[in-house]
């Protein structure tokens, strides 16, 4: 397709589920090395979808969750099958980890008990989410994750360095809670680009996580959005 208009491109990949996923690894690459605020709101039929902006979800974008997403670009662009599955989870454990930390601080700052809940829900999934990732990791490719030293994990490493930076912001927040929500609303919406990626890997493992992933942040994100509307309208 010599075409370059996006819409010819998305109808060009909706049919095929090998294309389907190599899109959906590289929009989330992109989205990764972008600052992107909005990202899909239908991930379970795993499809290219609008973007849904995030003042559609809260009153106000927040300011410091783009930075979380400006490394990695087009990291993932064109992967399928072993690759895709590979570096999925190159990307997705620190993205965890992101959640994890901003859970930490939400268990330690946050004067709502439903946001303590939730925090404490969203540490123990990711955690555990984390550590499965990185046996299968070591059991299917015979090594660690990698965290730096090469071109292709600098993104990893850029992630980690803008969500500590994100994490000093969201610390010092006037109000925790509601900023709390206007970060982890995209950083979940994110996790769902990323899951739908795989949602037809070749590997049972990673199919059942991603399933796992959108279930339960698609639910979390709705919640989320409940809170929000109910306490600062």
């Not at 399933?211 to 809170?227: D, F, G, K, L």
Request: hydrophobic residues 40%; charged residues 20%; contains cysteine.
């Amino acid at each position: 397709m010599n075409s370059k208009n996006p819409q010819d491109f998305a109808r060009g990949h909706q049919t095929s589920p090998k294309k389907r996923k190599a899109w959906l690894l590289g929009m989330a690459g992109i989205l990764v090395g972008s600052a992107a605020v909005g990202v899909v709101t239908n991930v379970v039929q795993a499809a290219p979808a609008q973007r849904e902006p995030l003042s559609q979800t809260c009153t106000t974008p927040s300011p410091r969750m783009p930075g979380q997403m400006m490394h990695g670009q087009g990291m993932m662009m064109g992967m399928t099958g072993e690759t895709a599955d590979r570096h999925f989870i190159e990307m997705m454990i620190p993205h965890h980890e992101g959640a994890v930390q901003m859970a930490d601080l939400a268990l330690k700052l946050s004067k709502r008990p439903e946001i303590r809940q939730l925090a404490a829900a969203i540490k123990r999934d990711q955690t555990r989410e984390i550590a499965q990732m990185g046996s299968w990791y070591k059991q299917w490719y015979n090594t660690t994750v990698p965290s730096s030293g090469t071109i292709n994990h600098r993104g990893m490493m850029g992630m980690r360095n803008m969500m500590a930076a994100d994490l000093k912001s969201l610390e010092n927040a006037p109000d925790f809670d509601k900023a709390f929500i206007e970060e982890m609303i995209p950083h979940h919406k994110m996790a769902l680009m990323m899951s739908s990626a795989i949602v037809d890997s070749d590997r049972a493992e990673m199919r059942n996580l991603s399933r796992a992933i959108v279930q339960s942040q698609s639910a979390e994100i709705e919640q989320m959005r409940q809170w929000y509307q109910t306490w600062y309208k």
